[in-house]
């Protein structure tokens, strides 16, 4: 079994930053071994996927996170980021760290076994 934690968000004025962080732990789980991905869900509409990294290192981004969200993980700390910067008021959303069994940087919903409780972001104009 896998725990994810998340942490990190809060409330900031648009064009401000902020750092979410996933802490993973369970029974000899690695987040470097596997698929990481970060999610939201904004009132009303759909989770879409963020961002998501592969085991590899290698890195995915939904458009709208492109050139403004970093992915990133230690796995030394088993913990997985979402560097956000500019953000805007469209980025208020619930933010979910999820994991899974997957071989490259997916940012499929349906493809993540494992999920976090969620951080709130919300960002005023």
């Known amino acids: 079994q896998v725990q994810l934690v998340e942490s990190g968000g809060g409330s900031v004025q648009a064009g401000g930053s902020l750092r979410l962080s996933c802490a993973a732990s369970?029974?000899?789980?690695?987040?470097?071994?596997?698929?990481m991905g970060w999610f939201r869900q904004a009132p009303g509409k759909e989770r879409e996927g963020v961002a998501g990294?592969?085991?590899?290192?290698?890195?995915s981004y939904a458009d709208s996170a492109k050139g403004r969200f970093t992915i990133s993980r230690d796995n030394a700390k088993n913990t997985l980021y979402l560097q956000m910067n500019s953000l805007k008021p469209e980025d208020t959303a619930m933010y979910y760290c999820?994991?899974?069994?997957?071989?490259?940087?997916?940012?499929?919903?349906?493809?993540?076994?494992?999920w976090g409780q969620g951080t709130q972001v919300t960002v005023s104009s």
């Open positions: 990294i592969d085991r590899y290192g290698k890195t």
């Open positions: 369970g029974a000899s789980y690695s987040i470097g071994r596997y698929c």
């Open positions: 999820a994991a899974g069994d997957i071989l490259y940087a997916s940012l499929r919903e349906a493809e993540f076994g494992y």
